[in-house]
C-alpha cells in the first residue's frame, strides 16, 4: 500500500468516526456548534462575504434558475408568511422604508428617459384599465378628493394663477390658429390650441381627437375675419 492510499484510508476511517460520534452525541455536537458560531461570529460572516464575492455570478446563476422553477410555489409561500406575520410585514415595510424610497430616487434620477419610456408603454398597454380604475377610485372618494383641491387652491391661489398664465404664455408661438373640429363639423380660432382644446371637451363635450389646422396668422383680426368666412359657408362656430 502506497503513502497516499494510507492517507486515504485514515480520511476516511477519521471521517466514519466523526459521524459515528455526531450520531451518538447530538446534542453536545449541536452545543458545540453553537458556542463557536457565537464565539466567531464576525469571522464567520467575513468569510461568508469573501465567499460570496468570489463566487457571486454562480449564486446569482443558481438563484434566478431556483426562482423561475418554482415561482408558484415561492409566491404562495410568502403570501401564506405574510398573512401569518402582519405585524413583521409592516415593521419591516417601516424600516426599510427610507432606504428603498432613496433607491427609487437614485434610479430615477440616472435613468428619467427610461423610466419615461416605461411608463409612456404602460399607459398605452394600459389605457382602458387605468381609465376604469381612476374613475372607480374617484367615485368612491369624490367628496374627499374635491375638499382636498379646494383647500389647496384656496391655500395657493395666487401660485396656481400665476403658474397657469406663465405655463400658457410659454406655450404662445404668436401666431393665431384657424382650426377644424371634423365630428362637430366646427370652426374655431384660438392662439393656443391645446388649451382650447381642453375647453371643448370639459365645457362642452365636443370630440377633438382629429383637429386640423386650417390656417396661421399674426393678428387675431385675420383670424377672425378667415373664420366668419367659413362660418358663412354653413361651418358650425
Known amino acids: 500500500m502506497t503513502k497516499e492510499e494510507k492517507k486515504e484510508q485514515q480520511r476516511l476511517k477519521k471521517n466514519a468516526w466523526q459521524r459515528e460520534w455526531n450520531k451518538k452525541n447530538k446534542e453536545l455536537k449541536a452545543a458545540k456548534d453553537k458556542a463557536y458560531r457565537e464565539a466567531n461570529k464576525d469571522k464567520i460572516a467575513a468569510r461568508k462575504r469573501d465567499y460570496y464575492a468570489e463566487n457571486r455570478e454562480y449564486f446569482l446563476e443558481k438563484k434566478s434558475e431556483y426562482r423561475e422553477n418554482n415561482r408558484e410555489d415561492i409566491a404562495a409561500k410568502h403570501k401564506i408568511w405574510r398573512e401569518a406575520n402582519p405585524d413583521k410585514v409592516a415593521a419591516t ?30 399607459r398605452i398597454k394600459n389605457k382602458e384599465k387605468i381609465a376604469v380604475k381612476g374613475k372607480e377610485y374617484y367615485e368612491s372618494n369624490k367628496g374627499d378628493i374635491n375638499l382636498k383641491s379646494k383647500l389647496y387652491y384656496e391655500a395657493n391661489r395666487e401660485h396656481i394663477i400665476e403658474s397657469n398664465k406663465s405655463y400658457v404664455q410659454s406655450k404662445k408661438d404668436g401666431l393665431f390658429k384657424v382650426y377644424y373640429l371634423p365630428e362637430e363639423h366646427y370652426v374655431g380660432q384660438t392662439e393656443l390650441i391645446s388649451q382650447r382644446m381642453a375647453s371643448h371637451r370639459s365645457r362642452h363635450g365636443r370630440h377633438t381627437a382629429n383637429v386640423e389646422i386650417l390656417a396661421k396668422f399674426e393678428t387675431r383680426k385675420e383670424a377672425l375675419a378667415f373664420e366668419a368666412a367659413l362660418h358663412k359657408m354653413g361651418y358650425n362656430g
Open 93 to 122: 415595510k417601516e424600516r426599510n422604508r427610507d432606504a428603498q424610497n432613496a433607491r427609487k430616487r437614485e434610479w430615477f434620477k440616472n435613468n428619467k428617459e427610461l423610466k419615461a419610456a416605461m411608463d409612456k408603454e404602460y
